[in-house]
């Protein structure tokens, strides 16, 4: 369900992932959809939602998903397009990277995150 906030030009959506619901806003920037929120934390630039995309929540103060991440992505042969953070929630910040390739496995970087989903849109 998507809820129109007052501005009018952006959305509120209730999304289930892996069974967990979460709240988003976005909007459309020319044709491309962007992310501007999730669970009240904001993006101070809005996150474009195309492609591969690899989106996880983490302590703001521990570095090690990021540096994580950039490992499994020279195993894996992709690249990091792009990276947005959200504004810290109850500790806590989301991330979104835009990818060149999915990953075939986030086992490595599942301990050091509370939350990892991977997408292509």
């Known amino acids: 369900d998507v809820a129109p906030e007052p501005d009018s030009s952006t959305g509120l959506v209730q999304v289930s992932l892996q069974g967990t619901p979460h709240q988003v806003t976005g909007t459309v920037q020319g044709s491309t ?13 809005p996150a474009p939602l195309s492609g591969p995309l690899l989106i996880y929540r983490a302590k703001a103060s521990d570095p090690s998903a990021l540096a994580t991440l950039t490992g499994l992505l020279s195993k894996g042969g992709a690249q990091l397009l792009f990276y947005h953070s959200s504004s810290t929630v109850a500790g806590e910040q ?12 986030l086992s490595e970087l599942k301990p050091h995150v509370t939350e990892v989903f991977q997408l292509h849109l």
Not at 94 to 105: H, K, N, R, T
């Open 94 to 105: 989301w991330s979104i990277v835009g990818l060149s390739a999915p990953l075939s496995s």
């Open 33 to 45: 959809p962007v992310l501007r929120q999730i669970n009240g934390a904001t993006f101070k630039q």
